[in-house]
């Protein structure tokens, strides 16, 4: 194969690796598992096995990768990560995958990843400017403005789901504190609170729960609830939005994930929040569903390797090899 890229998608329980052309096709895929409780090192290695798997690999022209975390884009290293992923904090992806595969290699957020899958081959491309957001087990996603990708002064921009929102005063978030908006509208948030009001203590899938919410559905009291809980989840998303799009003014804003794609009882309520607050000028944008489905998280790590990246200087030092902040 001849101008071809490697994507990797790394979480904490499966590795999935692709081959893409530089117009953004998924050639060649396969999923392993991630040998996380391992450590670091069985990571790496894993990663490295999979992308060898891949038709053509050693003559891809290099590897980009993304995964949860903090992510420093310009030197390749992970600044922070959650549990997920023990000791993932510190490691060098980009020199470690490269001395395994000889390969270039980029790495980003994975959030940052859907974000320029979606910038670059999907729902936002020729957007000078737009927000993505990806709604799944947690909230992320990225701003493009100028045509690039804001990673911010600490690695942090997008990091959409750690906004304080009054919706979720009180509740815990996977970042170890309370009331962010990823505490009420992601998907283990929005089936937690559908169980808490309808005493179903079995129910732990969100898909279940979108299904209880369909208007042909049950009208007892899980129907209630699973309406109540997507109702206060997508709308606080919907207004988390909105105060973001009015801040910054964007073309265009695109929402994929787990959670987007359950259909009509997530966005009914989201679009009406979100039109609710926008102000006069952007008050003709409306939500539109990612176009890469799950393809965009390989698909995005390849497009890496493509993006305008002009490397920062101004960022500080003080977690540059990856110790956790």
Not at 24 to 34: D, E, K, M, N, Q
Not at 219 to 237: I, Q
Request: glycine content about 16%; aromatic content about 4%.
């Amino acid at each position: 194969m001849t101008a071809t890229l490697l994507g990797v998608d790394v979480g904490g329980t499966k590795i999935a690796a692709g081959v893409v052309s530089a117009d953004g096709a998924l050639l060649a895929s396969l999923v392993r598992p991630t040998p996380a409780a391992q450590g670091r090192t069985a990571v790496l290695d894993a990663i490295a096995a999979a992308v060898r798997e891949l038709p053509g690999w050693d003559g891809a022209e290099g590897l980009g990768i993304g995964t949860g975390g903090v992510i420093d884009r310009d030197r390749g290293v992970v600044r922070s990560a959650n549990a997920l992923l023990p000791g993932w904090a510190g490691t060098r992806l980009r020199e470690e995958l490269s001395a395994r595969l000889g390969l270039p290699v980029a790495a980003d957020n994975d959030a940052n990843v859907f974000a320029l899958a979606e910038q670059t081959y999907g729902a936002g491309a020729g957007c000078a400017s737009a927000l993505y957001v990806s709604v799944g087990t947690g909230i992320g996603g990225g701003l493009v403005t100028g045509g690039r990708l804001l990673r911010g002064a600490h690695w942090t921009a997008g990091e959409f789901g750690h906004m304080a929102v009054p919706e979720a005063a009180g509740r815990p978030c996977n970042c170890g504190r309370a009331g962010h908006l990823e505490a009420v509208a992601s998907g283990p948030a929005i089936t937690a609170r559908f169980r808490e009001l309808s005493g179903e203590e079995d129910v732990y899938d969100l898909r279940k729960v979108a299904a209880l919410a369909e208007p042909d559905a049950r009208n007892d009291g899980s129907g209630t609830a699973s309406r109540t809980a997507l109702a206060e989840g997508a709308g606080a998303l919907g207004r988390a939005l909105a105060g973001l799009v009015n801040t910054v003014d964007p073309e265009r804003v695109v929402i994929g994930g787990g959670v987007a794609s359950i259909g009509a009882p997530f966005w009914q309520p989201l679009t009406e929040a979100f039109a609710a607050e926008l102000l006069p000028g952007p008050a003709g944008i409306r939500p539109v569903p990612a176009a890469l489905g799950p393809r965009a998280a390989v698909i995005g790590a390849a497009a890496l390797l493509l993006e305008h990246h002009i490397p920062a200087d101004h960022h500080d030092d003080a977690n540059k090899d990856g110790d956790s902040a």
